[in-house]
């Protein structure tokens, strides 16, 4: 069964302008003597869905870092809305991710000790919303998802499927410009990973602006626009996909 339809509704998002939403220009990342990435030069619109793919090593979760603000390129500029984030203090950091930025990670990241909705409404919380208020958006994204009646459940009482639907919801919470997706199905079973492959596409398909970074060669045909194909922490090529029939 196909994860229900996302409404615009909830998720209040509003028409994009057609600039990039994501720029980055000759990013280069050390750790050491090792070089994570490599010149990388990168530009995503606004409303894109893109997957980033390639080898275990290559640099794609390092590319995600760079842009989440959980790391600062070692040379180089990373954009986000026009805000170069690796000039953002760490105060302006947290905010940034805070308020910009949605992650979806392949383990969930879910806080054991929390309910399904108080792990989804802390993300709110964080950015100074009231806790009621919180919670009642993150009741409306969960009747969205369809997992309302599984609310009040600790996460070792969900099963993969509605955990990675929790940790969706929480991506969402403060409307984020941009979503950013590790693995989004890589600890899922396959009917799981398919319904979760639907809600991106419905996301995608009402607006969201979405980076993929997956070794799934089909959770990036379905969900994704555009391929961009890494090797040694450089785009090594990239091609435009033809929207599913």
Do not use: W
Request: glycine share 10%; aromatic share 4%; proline share 4%.
């Amino acid at each position: 069964m196909s994860a229900p339809p996302v409404r615009r509704s909830v998720l209040g998002m509003t028409a994009q302008d057609s600039g990039a939403v994501v720029q980055l220009d000759g990013v280069r990342k050390e750790y050491g003597e090792t070089t994570a990435l490599d010149g990388v030069s990168l530009r995503i619109g606004a409303g894109e869905a893109v997957a980033v793919m390639g080898p275990s090593g290559c640099g794609k979760s390092t590319l995600l870092n760079m842009i989440a603000g959980l790391d600062r390129p070692t040379a180089g500029s990373v954009v986000v809305q026009g805000e170069n984030v690796g000039e953002l203090s760490e105060k302006q950091l947290a905010l940034y991710r805070r308020r910009r930025i949605g992650m979806i990670f392949q383990f969930f990241n879910l806080i054991d000790d929390l309910s399904a909705l108080d792990n989804v409404a802390l993300a709110a919380q964080l950015t100074g919303t009231p806790a009621r208020q919180a919670r009642r958006r993150a009741l409306e994204l969960f009747e969205e998802l369809g997992i309302a009646d599984r609310r009040n459940a600790y996460p070792a009482l969900l099963s993969g499927g509605e955990r990675q639907r929790v940790a969706v919801a929480r991506a969402l919470m403060n409307r984020p410009a941009l979503l950013l997706a590790d693995e989004p199905t890589g600890a899922l079973d396959s009917r799981s990973g398919e319904q979760v492959m639907d809600l991106l596409i419905d996301l995608n398909q009402i607006g969201q602006t979405l980076i993929l970074v997956t070794h799934d060669e089909h959770l990036a045909r379905r969900c994704a626009g555009r391929i961009v194909e890494f090797a040694d922490g450089r785009v090594t090529g990239e091609h435009t996909l033809e929207p599913s029939a």
